[in-house]
T-cell receptor, first 115, second 116 residues
Framework: DVKVTQSSRYLVKRTGEKVFLECVQD?????MFWYRQDPGLGLRLIYF???????EKGDIPEGYSVSREKKERFSLILESASTNQTSMYLC??????????????FGPGTRLTVL | AQKITQTQPGMFVQEKEAVTLDCTYD???????LFWYKQPSSGEMIFLIY??????QNATEGRYSLNFQKARKSANLVISASQLGDSAMYFC?????????????FGAGTRLFVKA
């Protein structure tokens, strides 16, 4: 079974803190994604990575950065956390083949609260 | 414009009955994939079913089936014989093969409550 793990299920931080959310997958997938999930908005893509050290902005990258130094690990960084970044963060991975179905495997999510 | 629309924020169904969760989509791509995911209260997104735009038959996976009507751009999820464990959020999603790149677009979700 594919396993995607996230470093924390719940996290509480203060405004202005630097926050690291870690995601690890064990299936040697090429592609990894970070989403945030908010009620009524579904999942919105923040960043994705299609290879080590490669990254692409998603739909809402402002206020976030990412790092992918190893294939299995994809980190989301909030440089200076703000209250509007309080949300559920979901990491996903997939071995995408162009034209094939892209079944994403998700981690359990990190519920981040910024005070 | 929203690319994935789920018009039912919440739905109730009696245990053992069938339920249909609505999803409409908007794309100009000729090749795309449609997905349904389930998110229980634990938070993890679970893949349920996939339908390709060129698939002629509706997809089925156990108690889940996808009612795909291409001309109407709808991809409704049908759950037969609902169980209490089906209570969860359900997300419809789409990947556009030619124009979407690596992106999968998700709808806002429908929360399903199964009553005993």
């Amino acid at each position: 079974d594919v396993k995607v793990t996230q470093s924390s299920r719940y996290l509480v931080k203060r405004t202005g803190e630097k926050v690291f959310l870690e995601c690890v997958q064990d299936m040697d997938h090429e592609n990894m994604f970070w989403y945030r999930q908010d009620p009524g908005l579904g999942l919105r893509l923040i960043y994705f990575s299609y290879d080590v050290k490669m990254k692409e902005k998603g739909d809402i990258p402002e206020g976030y950065s990412v790092s992918r130094e190893k294939k299995e690990r994809f980190s989301l960084i909030l440089e200076s956390a703000s209250t509007n970044q309080t949300s559920m963060y979901l990491c996903a991975s997939t071995q995408l083949i162009a034209g094939e179905k892209d079944t994403q495997y998700f981690g359990p999510g990190t519920r981040l609260t910024v005070l | 414009a929203q690319k994935i629309t789920q018009t039912q924020p919440g739905m109730f169904v009696q245990e053992k009955e069938a339920v249909t969760l609505d999803c409409t989509y908007d794309t100009s791509d000729q090749s795309y994939g449609l997905f349904w995911y389930k998110q229980p209260s634990s938070g993890e997104m679970i893949f349920l079913i996939y339908q390709g735009s060129y698939d002629e038959q509706n997809a089925t996976e156990g108690r889940y089936s996808l009612n795909f009507q291409k001309a109407r751009k709808s991809a409704n999820l049908v759950i037969s014989a609902s169980q209490l464990g089906d209570s969860a959020m359900y997300f419809c999603a789409m990947r556009e093969v030619n124009t979407g790149g690596f992106k999968t677009i998700f709808g806002a979700g429908t929360r399903l409550f199964v009553k005993a």
